[in-house]
């Protein structure tokens, strides 16, 4: 059996560890999207000095909060009457770790899934407000680390709060999915003998989330897992969907109305756009929507630069591989257990990869700018679309830089070295022109092709002048 390690997230605990140092007391809050790590991270990082350690229950009623905490009071020696409200469970807690607190030594109170816990009319936010105000920082020693796949909640009730824990959080920490390179390591630890683009296409389906990525066999091809843990009945991501959205939002409704709709034009709808289709009011809820899909990582938002290249404004796309895999291919539940291997060079999964590609290069814009050799200069990198119905068109990525240089980015997923034909080589100087027209810039305009294998030699290569590859993108 593999012995438990912390792949990839060396940054994240080298920055607890660092909280943990400080000789005051800390309230770090960690977030981020369901199946990320947080937990995991948290445990490797700091279990040897918890004093205390519970979790809210998931969907969990009033009653069952309160047992499940009472039960993690009872396994620190608790031995007063059964609490039936927050303000008596943290006195409680209060209490029977203060014999214990150890002068000097860093101990830690971990409170994992803590939004469960706000059950409505138990007021929960105030009394965990008290506690940190009335106990916690009367101990230099302690450090309180709240957890959450709730994105929104966390925002609006401990990072937001304009009571009791009114800026009180010491550490904001957002943990995002693996790139390419934490994938690469995780998979390298797991000895699997894939090549790189096997590692890509398994991002390209489960996104950088560890937990899915575990549940891959070392032996096994990228197409077999994904048959068996999507398309098999019993795979056990056949329902990650449902759950993954029931376990964030108390009303999912909305958040999965704005995703089906978005999922369903590639190029990304604007907040007006969206607002349409949903026949809804283009109100403070919608916003906050976006928001929380934003911060959960299942939306990006896209800067778009408009005339003169000055005025800006925005899209927003899936940025989510999981979620962007189901609606393409599993929403329509096929009855096929072996359906990626059956469609593996259909026309429409070579389309969902350079769909795909393009999400993987917005997720590794450093690596990209180092490749071109320009992370030492100062950028902005956006997209742009063509207001004029005449000359249609739309440009992904376009790197603006200090130097008045634009790269003006396309890319190509390919299994071998891509080729320039006359009709792509024409399609490019035309989008180029209509950008230069359209915006009036007077930054020179520098073609970049990013490519999984690089650029075959032909007539139309050599005016490319910057060249990105897959190996690229798997840098640090």
């Not at 047992?67 to 009457?81: E, K």
């Not at 469609?343 to 700018?369: D, F």
Request: glycine content about 6%; charged content about 25%; overall charge neutral.
């Amino acid at each position: 059996m593999e012995e438990v390690q912390l792949i990839g997230r060396e940054q994240e605990k080298a920055m607890l560890t660092k909280y943990g140092k400080s000789g005051k007391a800390e309230f770090v809050a960690v977030y981020g999207r369901r199946r990320v790590g947080k937990t995991f991270l948290i445990k490797q990082t700091w279990s040897d000095s918890f004093v205390f350690e519970t979790s809210g229950v998931i969907q969990g009623t009033r009653d069952e909060q309160f047992a499940a905490f009472n039960q993690s009071l009872r396994r620190i020696g608790y031995t007063g009457n059964y609490v039936k409200n927050w303000m008596d469970a943290f006195f409680a807690l209060e209490q029977t770790i203060t014999p214990r607190l150890e002068t000097g030594k860093r101990q830690v109170i971990f409170i994992d899934e803590l939004p469960c816990m706000d059950v409505k009319g138990t007021r929960f936010v105030v009394a965990l407000g008290h506690f940190w105000n009335s106990f916690v920082t009367n101990h230099n020693n302690l450090m309180l680390i709240v957890c959450s796949s709730a994105t929104s909640w966390m925002v609006d009730n401990i990072v937001n709060n304009h009571g009791g824990l009114h800026n009180r959080i010491t550490h904001l920490m957002h943990l995002h999915p693996f790139q390419l390179s934490q994938c690469e390591q995780f998979f390298h630890w797991r000895q699997m003998a894939w090549d790189r683009l096997s590692m890509l296409q398994a991002y390209m389906v489960f996104g950088g989330i560890p937990y899915y990525l575990s549940l891959i066999e070392p032996n096994e091809s990228v197409t077999d897992a994904v048959d068996r843990l999507l398309f098999s009945k019993n795979g056990e991501l056949h329902d990650e969907y449902n759950r993954l959205f029931a376990s964030l939002f108390s009303h999912p409704e909305p958040y999965l109305d704005i995703i089906r709709i978005v999922a369903a034009h590639r190029y990304g709808l604007t907040r007006d756009e969206l607002v349409d289709i949903l026949k809804k009011s283009n109100g403070g809820a919608i916003s906050k929507q976006l928001d929380n899909l934003v911060n959960c990582d299942f939306l990006r938002y896209h800067r778009v630069r408009r005339k003169k290249v000055g005025k800006t404004g925005g899209y927003y796309t899936l940025s989510d591989f999981y979620v962007q895999f189901y609606h393409s291919f599993l929403e329509s539940q096929p009855n096929d257990e072996h359906f990626w291997a059956h469609h593996l060079q259909s026309p429409m999964v070579n389309t969902y990869w350079g769909l795909s590609y393009e999400r993987v290069c917005e997720e590794h814009i450093p690596q990209i700018k180092k490749a071109i050799g320009i992370d030492q200069i100062g950028t902005e990198y956006y997209s742009w679309r063509s207001n004029d119905p005449e000359q249609r068109a739309q440009i992904d990525l376009l790197i603006e830089r200090a130097d008045r240089i634009i790269n003006m980015c396309e890319i190509k997923y390919s299994t071998s070295l891509y080729l320039i034909d006359k009709e792509e080589d024409m399609k490019f100087r035309t989008r180029q022109g209509i950008f230069v027209a359209q915006t009036g810039t007077r930054y020179g305009v520098q073609p970049t092709y990013i490519t999984t294998y690089g650029l075959a030699r032909g007539a139309y290569a050599s005016s490319i002048q910057k060249s990105v590859t897959m190996d690229d993108l798997f840098e640090e």
